[in-house]
């Protein structure tokens, strides 16, 4: 969180006292979500929306079931990070429950192939002989890829979530809540969930045609990857979504899930029993992503695949090796990162309003978390680039953006006031990805700058850490830690609540070099309570006061059963 954030108290509408257990904080954070009753809160999966409505689905169904009947090879082709690999297993796994015998599954190598359906990849399926291409999460964008395939006269069926350009690829069928005039209601369904609508909507077609000679297939055994999936790619958590992900929670707690998932959970130091969204998205999708990021995705589709619980183990310990390399490759390119912003020009007005970062060191497959990095760190739209390859003059970018800018519609903006410049590029509201000559990067820098100047408004510079307001003492209580966790799912656009406070500190120390630790006591009264702030020590001891932004959670480190507060802003109070 950028260090001159202002804390703003969300505003909670008026509702009603819910008639039953659940904690009055509880209800309080759910009105300020919107969820004002009862009803709004329960998460039956009889509630998921229908597939009726989404775009293409009719002729995507009528396409895989002759493919079906008429046994020929389906090829998924999916994408290098975590929605993509769920997806592309989702559709391994439910296509064969379906009747499918032959399905095998591509996936691109970044530095190889480049993002999705390219004609490299296409090159390279050419000995596999496909039939049939289906993409997951990408293909939106792949118009060279599609073409590829379809001058191999293979047929292509795109399944993407990502937001279309001004033209689409010639494909057979593309299904994608995100294309103009789609009438399906949730616009924010993953990569994984698009999937597994067109998989819900090809069961139904098979159940009409009699196809099935005992019970219908349970597609309910692919929601743990569906939940996984989906708050991997940090999409909109909106009612169907959260209805999708609670769902899969259920299954992993249960202990109802894939093996290589189960394993995942296991060298992440995680108990299924006790599994949340927020667990999926610090420790199982960090494994997930790091194989695309630096080595093969295929390492985590495998992990997926399989139903050999050893075999799901010794992957997951590679995929953990993985993500320890991938830290500490991220750790060295976020400080140079740092470097670069304190040789940056500041003029009277500050950063400019958007960051263009790159370094020829830098591996392309990190790009996307220095991005991240950097966007927290001084609440700017980043771009940070790298070569595509090593030596190549291609820079392969990685954007991510703030509230308030569409970072997808600012690029579109750049390439339509500057044709050629920018070779490709896709991706939604807070991320996208695009590339460029390297020759072209300060070029692109000036028009992209040029444009976050005239978009973003003064105060959408500042950024704003919304609280749920305040703990009393007799909250700040294991029982009400405990609820917290078990709600939600929390993700992106449903936030996992976040409290502010002024409490005194009783007593400070260093963990580790970077960490803080501290015992504080709220002004509203109660006992003392431990926090930490991780990476808050700055060289100088913490005021007296503090008003802090916090998050209430369990702390059962050494067999302890405590709180603490999780600091996620600290100001001094005079």
Known sequence: MSADARIVRRTI?????????????????????????????????????????????????????????????????????????????????????LGATRVSYQVPHRITHGYGLSPALVEDMVAMAPDLLITVDNGIACHAGVAAAKARSWQVLI???????????????????????????????????????????????????????????????????VAVGTVADLVVLDYNNRLLVAAGLRRLRQGQCQPGLRALAEVSGRALEKLTATDIGFALAPRLNAAGRLEDMALGIECLLTDDVTRAQELARVLDGINAERRQLQQTMVEDAELLLQRLPIDGDGLPAAMVLFDAAWHPGVIGLVASKIKERVHRPTIAFAPAEP???????????????????????????????????????????????????????????????????????????????????????????????????????????????????????????????LQLRSEAGGAAISAIQFGGWTGEAPAPRIHIAYQLELDDFRGRRDVQLLIRHLVAVS
């Not at 009603?16 to 009862?38: E, H, K, M, S």
């Not at 993953?190 to 009699?210: E, N, P, S, T």
């Not at 750049?414 to 000559?437: C, K, Q, T, Y």
């Not at 070029?443 to 100047?453: L, P, Q």
């Open 13 to 97: 509408p008026e509702f009603a006292a819910w008639p039953d257990a659940t904690p009055a904080v509880l209800q309080r954070i759910y009105a300020a979500r919107g969820v004002c009753r009862p009803e709004d809160a329960e998460l039956k999966l009889a509630r998921l929306l229908s597939p009726e409505t989404l775009g293409g689905l009719d002729a995507a169904v009528t396409l895989l079931a002759e493919a079906i009947a008429e046994h020929r090879h389906i090829v998924i082709v999916g994408d290098f990070d975590c929605d993509g690999a769920t997806g592309t297993a989702v559709a391994v796994r439910g296509l064969r429950l």
């Open 159 to 225: 399944t993407d979530h990502h937001l279309p350009g001004p033209q689409l690829p010639a494909a057979d069928v593309i299904v994608n809540p995100n294309l103009d005039g789609d009438a399906f209601p949730s616009k924010s369904l993953a990569g994984v969930g698009v999937m597994f609508y067109l998989l819900l909507a090809l069961r139904r077609h098979l159940r009409d045609a009699a196809a099935f000679a005992g019970p219908d297939p349970d597609l309910s055994s692919l929601l743990d990857l």
């Open 391 to 517: 030596d190549s003059r291609l820079l392969r970018g990685s954007a991510r953006s703030i509230a308030g800018f569409h970072i997808r519609d600012a690029l579109a903006q750049v390439d339509a006031r500057n044709p050629g410049l920018i070779e490709r590029f896709g991706g939604h509201a807070m991320a996208a990805g695009l590339s460029l000559p390297i020759e072209r990067l300060d070029e692109f820098r000036s028009a992209f700058v040029e444009v976050a100047d005239a978009l973003l408004a003064p105060e959408l510079l500042r950024a704003e850490l919304l609280s749920d307001g305040p703990l009393q003492a007799d909250e700040l209580q294991r029982d009400v830690a405990e609820a917290l966790r078990l709600a939600g799912p929390w993700g992106q656009g449903f936030a996992e609540p976040v409290f502010d406070g002024v409490f005194a500190v009783l007593e400070w120390r260093v963990l580790g070099e970077r960490h803080l630790k």
